[in-house]
């Protein structure tokens, strides 16, 4: 298997920007030490380039090439950690020529004369073991590598990015439609409510790795969904705990018996992981066993029980629906099954697998349960499938003569797979210039005549050679995926972020840094490497997800380059070096503790934990080196089992996100954090930001509040003018106090500012609104405010300049007039605003808007009892209806109407005409009408309170019936109860 060049380039990269940084800075170095970092910087640099052709080359390596490039890699982070020791340990020399200078320079010189004489050793002994790697090559035969004649046809780390960085289609991201499953109709009216068949049944869907089970049974549970109580969708693992598995379903249907049907359910019908109670929080409630305790102590099945009475209590009397993905074993399954309560409701279970035995394990009662294979495509299906999928690449569409280049071969080789396929497809757009000949000798490389794909291991071949025909950037942004666990969705801004501060991505050809990370991350979905699974309200890809088949191939490269190492995980991949670079911890218990005690932690520089912090012992890493530190999602702050100021003390951090956990407060030597770009607290108990934040020199990301729990940041008075840096400033709070509204003009490189509480003060609504206008004429793209005292709004209309660059608006409160300087925002593309301006005369100015994608109108009746006075006043203005006018809305995809009471809604001829979906949350609703004139319309999405008026009953139960005799649409109907 080829090693990864990738990666060791881009840890060859980093390092020469940090050796560059290092020799322009002023340091008292003992004599020869700087000659010494110039030899290293001019020694990698060569190595770098030599890595780089080999990332090229259309040849394998062979072993020495292989163990020489490890040599490179391994002496290239020994030489990152002595650099940023450093760092850590020197400040550079004193500036100046008076008298008071020299004599500061040299005391300094005095008191540091031990540390520089230890790094000089150091940096000396580095210069030699890079020498010698350089000379290594040479003695033992290391051959030049042979660049490829088709260089152009690959697309290269420098070509793709002039050509593939371009504005994405938004769009909207819906479940994948199963492929060659002829049956569907039968396991629709399977899992459908029956008068016989009322005990919980089971569907166990199954075939191996890549032939489509997921797809077909996400397809059912997001059609029948809304149709149960309660559901809930897991994922199953080889090694996965059934007590974890249980927990998060109990998670899932604890959540909607708490809030009621969610508000805004995405597109592909998976629960939200913001809306999912942490399991590592739940999980810490209970008293777990000691490291030393055997789990099938007394502890284990105490643990076992609560959760099997939380379910019982939680599903006995409801009809509920889950999804249990990928289940591995039987006795796993018993495990589990045993703790769903028998009830007489017509309950759903559907189980996915890929073996046999265990099919016949989980759907064991012939009467209620079914078991569904899935087989690989046959006739035109691959080729139908092949170029469904290529036209869905960006850029590709419509282009006819690619399709006429590619021979069947392609796709006939993938056996019918389903996986295979898709990934081809990508493969292939990516590809434009080969032509047949070239695809056929590709095609016979790979599976010579008559070979086909026709198993998992099979399918490691094309997933290899898509790997490797990626340029090294994206080798290394692939590997990074090896992060996060088996069937989690990552964020995309999250991910960027990461990329970004572990230097993966540089600013180049006239592309910001976030430009290039952005088109690195489209990049790997028009490879087929990741899939979108949510999309955000302005049509770009929200989260993604690593197909299994896939995220195994890529963690055994980053476990064969030491790249990433992952505890607790569903694939077990021995790393070779007993040095840990960056740590994944995907479960937290005592047996990944107990691995993670036998590791060398003191290279560590990327640390992510996925759970609990109980059985971490931060001490165990050498904070001076680590970069980031993703603990998202995690518990143990709480109970003080781990002090945030110790995680201060990694002062190289550029990443920290402490989102979702338990923590209440920072502490004032964050200002340690001197290089801290991203600062995440989202979702946590913290309401003050500490004063020294201001003294964080690099942030550009301070991410804080709930706005679902109308929780706000407070922010300190000394931050005025010291972030020139920051570029997101997100959930805060505008109060006497704090920083003052007029200082936030001095944030001039501000891309999105979002105000979740603004204080009732003349002053304040002043001077705030001359800080938008004066950003206005900088960089900001997105503005939501939040005014609950619904005053600041109405100042809106006054702005003599606007933000015309304006990508995302949101308004929220007690909004009575659209701000007149609105309907000149022609970049516009999402739109949010208090459903009290829900008119149809506003509707027929918004129509104007040419690039609005998503529209949401939303009240919360909570907010102010005074709103439902406005509804029915706007009623009143409209004429008791709503018209969606024709000819406008050119480009939106998402109109969201969420009101106590909407009034008769009705869609004219040629309105929205590229419309897909339709959200609607009422208590009250008085006609929906038109729907069958929206020709691109997909879904549409109804939540009704449980309370709802026989007449909103009798609507409702018109519009099902209507839909029988139409198919354009889905027509989902949910309750909610407050």
């Known amino acids: 298997m080829e090693l990864a060049v990738g990666a060791s380039e881009a840890t060859l990269k980093s390092l020469l920007s940090k050796l560059g940084s290092l020799l322009a800075e002023d340091y008292s170095l003992i004599r020869g030490v700087r000659g010494d970092i110039q030899f290293i910087n001019d020694e990698l640099a060569s190595m770098q380039a030599f890595l780089s052709n080999l990332s090229r080359s259309d040849e394998g390596h062979d072993d020495q090439t292989e163990d020489w490039m490890k040599?490179?890699?391994?002496?290239?982070?020994?030489?990152?950690?002595?650099?940023?020791?450093?760092?850590?340990?020197?400040?550079?020399d004193p500036r100046g020529n008076d008298w008071l200078t020299v004599i500061r320079r040299t005391l300094y010189e005095i008191r540091t004369w031990s540390t520089r004489r230890s790094i000089a050793a150091k940096i000396g002994e580095l210069k030699e073991r890079a020498q010698h790697v350089g000379d290594r090559r040479g003695r033992y035969g290391v051959p030049d590598p042979k660049p490829s004649k088709k260089k152009s046809n690959l697309g290269g780390a420098t070509g793709y990015l002039a050509a593939e960085h371009q504005e994405i289609a938004r769009q909207l991201v819906g479940v994948q439609q199963p492929v060659g499953v002829k049956n569907m109709p039968d396991l629709e009216k399977w899992i459908t409510f029956d008068e016989k068949r009322k005990k919980p049944g089971v569907l166990t869907i199954v075939g191996f790795g890549g032939v489509g089970k997921t797809t077909v049974a996400m397809a059912l549970y997001r059609k029948f969904g809304p149709q149960f109580q309660r559901r809930a969708m897991v994922t199953v693992s080889q090694n996965s705990d059934p007590d974890v598995v249980l927990w998060n379903i109990l998670s899932q249907v604890k959540s909607m018996a708490n809030n009621g049907e969610r508000r805004g359910e995405d597109i592909t019908g998976a629960i939200s992981e913001k809306k999912i109670p942490v399991i590592g929080s739940i999980l810490s409630r209970i008293r777990l066993p000691s490291r030393n305790q055997k789990e099938d102590g007394s502890a284990g099945q105490d643990k076992h029980s609560q959760i099997r009475t939380e379910l019982k209590s939680n599903l006995e009397t409801t009809r509920y629906l889950l999804l249990i993905d990928d289940v591995w074993s039987s006795s796993t399954w018993q495990t589990v099954k045993n703790c769903f309560p028998e009830n007489d409701k017509g309950s759903r279970i559907i189980v996915t697998t890929r073996f046999q035995a265990v099919a016949t394990t989980c759907s064991a009662r012939k009467d209620h349960d079914r078991v569904h294979p899935v087989e690989v495509l046959s006739g035109d299906e691959p080729r139908n499938l092949f170029f469904k999928t290529m036209s869905e690449c960006r850029g590709t569409g419509d282009r006819q003569p690619i399709q006429s280049k590619v021979p069947g071969r392609v796709w006939e080789m993938c056996g019918g797979l389903p996986l295979a396929i898709v990934t081809m497809s990508g493969l292939v757009a990516s590809k434009p210039l080969m032509?047949?000949?070239?695809w056929i000798t590709f095609c016979n490389s790979l599976f010579p005549e008559p070979e086909r794909c026709r198993k998992p291991e099979d399918f490691m071949r094309i997933i290899n050679y898509c790997y490797n025909d990626l340029p090294s950037d994206l080798k290394t942004c692939s590997l990074y995926l090896s992060i996060f666990p088996k069937g989690r969705k990552v964020s995309r801004k999250r991910l960027i972020r990461r990329w970004i501060a572990e230097g993966f991505v540089s600013e180049k050809q006239g592309l910001s840094i976030e430009d290039v990370a952005e088109t690195c991350f489209?990049?790997?979905?028009?490879?087929?490497?990741?899939?979108?699974?949510?999309?955000?309200?302005?049509?770009?890809?929200?989260?993604?997800?690593?197909?299994?088949?896939?995220?195994?191939?890529?963690?055994?490269?980053?476990?064969?380059e030491d790249f990433v190492t992952v505890v607790g995980s569903h694939w077990s991949m021995p790393t070779r070096s007993n040095k840990v670079r960056r740590l994944s911890l995907h479960s937290s218990d005592s047996k990944g503790a107990n691995n993670v005690d036998r590791m060398n932690l003191s290279h560590v520089r990327s640390l992510t934990v996925f759970g609990s912090l109980d059985k971490l012992h931060f001490k165990s890493f050498k904070t001076g080196i680590v970069q980031v530190l993703d603990l998202e999602g995690c518990s143990g702050f709480k109970e003080n089992r781990v002090k945030v100021s110790d995680l201060c003390e990694m002062i190289l951090l550029k990443y920290l996100s402490l989102r979702r956990t338990d923590i209440k407060n920072l502490p004032q030597n964050i200002s340690k954090l001197k290089y801290l770009e991203t600062l995440d607290i989202r979702e946590t108990e913290v309401q003050q930001l500490p004063a020294t934040v201001g003294l964080l020199e690099r942030i550009n990301n301070i991410l804080g509040g709930d706005k679902r729990r109308r929780k706000t940041l407070k922010l300190p008075k000394e931050l005025k003018g010291t972030m020139k840096t920051l570029r997101i400033l997100s959930g805060i709070e505008i109060v006497e106090g704090s920083t003052a509204a007029s200082d936030l003009r001095f944030f001039t490189a501000l891309r999105k500012l979002a105000i979740y509480r603004i204080h009732k003060n003349d002053e304040i609504f002043k001077d705030l609104l001359s800080s938008i206008q004066y950003l206005s004429g900088y960089s900001l793209q997105t503005l939501v405010i939040d005014d609950e005292s619904s005053e600041f709004l109405k100042t809106l209309d006054s702005m003599s300049s606007y933000p015309t660059d304006l990508r995302a608006l949101e308004l929220s409160g007690k909004l009575l007039i659209l701000p007149k300087w609105l309907k000149s925002l022609d970049g516009i593309v999402k739109l949010t605003l208090s459903a009290t301006v829900l008119r149809a005369?506003?509707?027929?100015?918004?129509?104007?808007?040419?690039?609005?994608?998503?529209?949401?109108?939303?009240?919360?009746?909570?907010?102010?009892?005074?709103?439902?006075?406005?509804?029915?006043?706007?009623?009143?203005?409209s004429g008791g209806e709503i018209f969606v006018p024709a000819g406008g809305f050119s480009k939106l995809k998402l109109l969201r109407i969420f009101v106590p009471l909407l009034p008769s809604l009705n869609f004219a001829k040629k309105a929205t005409p590229v419309l897909e979906r339709i959200e609607l949350r009422f208590k009250r609703l008085e006609g929906l009408h038109g729907m069958d004139e929206l020709g691109m319309l997909h879904d549409v999405l109804l939540t009704v309170d449980g309370q709802a008026s026989e007449q909103t009953q009798f609507i409702l139960e018109t519009l099902k019936k209507g839909k029988k005799q139409s198919s354009k649409y889905a027509l989902i109907v949910n309750e909610y109860h407050d």
Do not use: W
């Not at 890699?73 to 550079?92: G, K, M, Q």
């Not at 032509?435 to 070239?438: A, L, S, V």
């Not at 909570?862 to 709103?867: E, F, L, T």
């Open 522 to 560: 489209n990049q790997l979905i028009e490879r087929k490497i990741i899939r979108p699974v949510e999309h955000n309200m302005n049509g770009r890809v929200k989260s993604c997800q690593v197909h299994d088949m896939v995220l195994e191939y890529i963690i055994s490269k980053a476990a064969e």
């Open 71 to 92: 040599q490179v890699r391994d002496v290239a982070y020994d030489i990152e950690d002595c650099i940023d020791d450093f760092a850590h340990n020197l400040d550079p």
């Open 435 to 438: 032509i047949r000949e070239e």
């Open 841 to 877: 005369d506003n509707l027929m100015v918004l129509s104007k808007l040419s690039s609005l994608f998503s529209l949401t109108f939303s009240i919360s009746e909570k907010q102010d009892p005074a709103m439902a006075a406005i509804l029915e006043k706007n009623k009143s203005y």
